[in-house]
């Protein structure tokens, strides 16, 4: 998504990184297989490199594409385990609605929020205040 129409008239736009007013939400149906899923990736490359063994570690790296680092093929592998088990959610800065992903589809719901207002309740900013409270 890179624009979402909140019924206030607002536009919500996500074009860029480290937004305050978007989260992730990952399903607690599925957490545990998402955690299954990155240790699964781990496990091979911490045993190898645990071994010492050259032969071991080339043998668990062996499965990556040669034209892209370990590193960065690793990252990538992590970084889709991710992005397919989460779901975006959306505050919108005018009216404070929340926009709730529907599965990995292109479809939002809204909730309403007791103040009708924008609270940054997923900014960082916004959470280090209420843990001084
Ligand atoms: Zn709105």
Not at 39 to 55: F, I, M, N, Q, T
Not at 89 to 94: A, T
Not at 111 to 128: M, N, R, T
């Amino acid at each position: 998504m890179s624009k979402l129409g909140c019924k206030c008239g607002h536009v919500i736009t996500d074009q860029t990184d480290s937004l305050p007013y978007k989260a992730s939400l990952l399903r607690d149906e599925v957490e545990n297989e998402c955690w299954d899923e990155v240790h699964r990736e781990l496990k091979p490359l911490v045993e190898a490199a645990e071994s010492g063994d050259k032969a071991a570690i080339a043998e668990a790296f062996g499965g990556f594409a040669p034209w892209s680092s370990a590193t960065d093929e690793l990252q990538g592998r992590i970084a889709s385990i991710y992005i397919h088990r989460m779901s975006n959610v959306y505050e919108c800065q005018n009216c404070g609605r929340l926009w709730v992903q529907k599965d990995a589809s292109d479809r939002f719901v809204s909730y309403v929020p007791e103040e009708d207002a924008y609270g940054a309740i997923f900014s960082v900013a916004s959470g280090e205040s209420e843990k001084r409270d």
